[in-house]
Nanobody
Framework: QVQLVESGGGLVQAGGSLRLSCAVS????????MGWFRQTPGKEREFVAG????????SYADPVKGRFTTSRDIAKNTVYLQMNSLKPEDTAVYYC????????????????WGQGTQVTVSS
């Protein structure tokens, strides 16, 4: 069973930065993909970014391209989402997720989920 524990959310002003972390409880094989999603009330969970554990491919949703960066630290078994130039529309609960296989941009493709962390961007 894979367990994901997120941290790093909070309140920040527009234009600021936050870094989210997602610690993975078991040694992740290179065939796993880690995804970041976000959700606001009444809306479906949307894809933000994904990184293949092997490091071969990274993908970003258009709204965050050029502002967000995802990476993984194999030694620490941790994935990060660095969020810069934050906007009020980035406000959401952010989740990390894991799936066996390549990057998938819909939430239904992921098998394991973190508990979520709130990110609030004030204008």
């Amino acid at each position: 069973q894979v367990q994901l524990v997120e941290s790093g959310g909070g309140l920040v002003q527009a234009g600021g930065s936050l870094r989210l972390s997602c610690a993975v409880s078991v040694r992740t094989s290179s065939t796993y993909t880690m995804g970041w999603f976000r959700q606001t009330p009444g809306k479906e969970r949307e894809f933000v970014a994904g990184v293949e554990w092997s490091g071969g491919r990274i993908s970003y949703a258009d709204p965050v391209k050029g502002r967000f960066t995802t990476s993984r630290d194999i030694a620490k078994n941790t994935v990060y989402l660095q969020m810069n130039s934050l906007k009020p529309e980035d406000t959401a609960v952010y989740y990390c997720a894991a799936r066996y296989g390549g990057i998938w941009t819909t939430f239904s493709g992921y098998d394991y989920w973190g508990q979520g962390t709130q990110v609030t961007v004030s204008s």
